[in-house]
């Protein structure tokens, strides 16, 4: 999969989003690959299942919760970015509610160890 510069800076702000100490060095825009595209993918429809469980979401939250779902998270994320949102506005209003934290916090452990890994390429 190819993605475009703007696409690759939306998968590292959801990658500081998620994981806010993962370092600025080891998450850049040269370190984005298909592999990092698949966990943070992964996180995502984690967080989104999870925190879908308790749906009482303002609009800023439609576009992640669209029906149907959209086709993949890097269609999502453009068509955020062209409602005027982000993934990282989604991800800090999660973390701003506390029953929506758990779902961010348990993705944020269970996949880092896979994102660590690929943004180092292994």
Request: aromatic share 10%.
């Amino acid at each position: 999969m190819s993605l475009t510069h703007e696409e690759k800076n939306q998968y590292v702000a959801a990658i500081n989003a998620i994981w806010p100490n993962m370092g600025n060095s080891l998450n850049a825009v040269e370190n984005i690959n298909d592999d990092v595209v698949y966990y943070v993918d992964q996180a995502l429809q984690s967080i989104r299942q999870c925190s879908e469980a308790f749906v009482l979401i303002e609009a800023a939250y439609n576009i992640f919760y669209a029906v149907p779902p959209p086709t993949s998270w890097k269609d999502l994320l453009k068509a955020a970015i062209e409602n005027g949102t982000s993934v990282t506005k989604w991800i800090d209003a999660l973390r701003g509610r506390l029953q929506y934290k758990v779902c961010v916090e348990t993705a944020a452990l269970n996949w880092r160890s896979a994102v660590t890994g690929a943004l180092m390429g292994i």
